[in-house]
């Protein structure tokens, strides 16, 4: 299994997600992620194309908390925006 991110980026960015989660997560544990946003950043990208907005947010805030310049940050508010009018949406049913 490739251990280098951009593999993984690629991977995601072609629709492998299971593969790319799976992948993430396993260089996540087999690392030093401890001053690097990029591979929660990735891993919150995957969820986030799933669907699977907590776990999206998880990794996007976990990835602003080592580097509060990352791109996360943009991306977490980009859900929340998206969860926002979901929100709003339900109330006018």
């Not at 992948?23 to 995957?46: K, Q, W």
């Not at 998880?58 to 980009?78: D, G, T, V």
Request: aromatic share 10%; charged share 25%.
């Amino acid at each position: 299994m490739p251990n280098h991110l951009t593999h993984w980026k690629e991977r995601i960015k072609e629709g492998h997600l299971e593969e790319a989660i799976e992948g993430l997560t396993c260089y996540i544990n087999t690392h030093d992620v401890s001053n690097n946003d990029e591979p929660f950043y990735l891993l919150g990208n995957a969820y986030r194309k799933q669907g699977n907005w907590q776990l999206a947010l998880n990794n996007y805030l976990e990835a602003i908390e080592r580097n509060p310049e990352s791109p996360a940050l943009n991306a977490h508010k980009m859900v929340m925006d998206i969860l926002n009018f979901y929100n709003k949406d339900m109330y006018n049913q």
